[in-house]
Every structure is written in C-alpha cells, then in structure tokens.
C-alpha cells in the first residue's frame, strides 16, 4: 500500500500562483508514475498532469503552459506548481500514483481545495 499526503492548497487571486506538494510513504517502491488530479463541483475528475520517475510528463491541454509537475525522487515527493490561475482552476485537487507509465493510478490522496477568486 502506498499513502499520499497532499499540502499546499488555499485561496488566491486570478493570475497568482500556488505550489501544492504530495508527500508519498509507504510501499514507495513500486511507484513508477505520479500525477495530479483536479475535480470541480458539479464535474468529472479530470487529469491535470502526470509524470514518471525518469521525469517524463504529461499536461492537460488546460494547463499546458500555466502549470508544471515535478518529482523529487529523493523524498518521494511530486510537486504541481500553478502560475497565471483561473476562476475555473477552482476544485479539489487529488494526487495519484502507481505501478504503471500510462493509465490508470492504483493510490490516491485525499485532495486539498484550491480556490481561485478575488
């Protein structure tokens, strides 16, 4: 089993930036990929971006540009950095990983709320 902890969520204003961080302990192992997650009210959870642990990434057309993973293997830990934020970059974003390069993650945090507004 491997758990996920994420930190980092909050308010901001439309154009500012966030750093959410998921913190990855035990059967740490078999992660081969992380991602981020991100679902609004009344929608689907939809992938945001994800990426493996020889650093290889993938973007939602929705924040290509605008956000950036990145993995510090050394203290099991992703990172989804958000610059020029939206109203509807407002959800609960979700950290995933698992034991494959593509599809789906097997773990999964328990979200932290990221709200754009002013």
């Known amino acids: 089993q491997v758990q996920l902890v994420e930190s980092g969520g909050g308010l901001v204003q439309p154009g500012g930036s966030l750093k959410l961080s998921c913190a990855a302990s035990?059967?740490?192992?078999?992660?081969?990929?992380m991602g981020w997650y991100r679902q609004a009210p009344g929608k689907e959870r939809e992938l945001v971006a994800r990426?493996?642990?020889?650093?290889?990434?993938k973007y939602a057309d929705s924040a290509q540009g605008r956000f950036t993973i990145s993995m510090d293997n050394a203290k099991n830990t992703v990172y989804l950095q958000t610059s020029s934020v939206k109203p509807e970059d407002t959800a609960v974003y979700y950290c995933?990983?698992?034991?494959?390069?593509?599809?789906?993650?097997?773990?999964w945090g328990q979200g932290t709320q990221v709200t754009v507004s002013s």
């Open positions: 995933a990983a698992g034991p494959r390069l593509e599809g789906r993650f097997d773990y």
């Open positions: 035990g059967n740490i192992i078999s992660i081969v990929a």
């Open positions: 990426i493996t642990k020889s650093g290889t990434t």
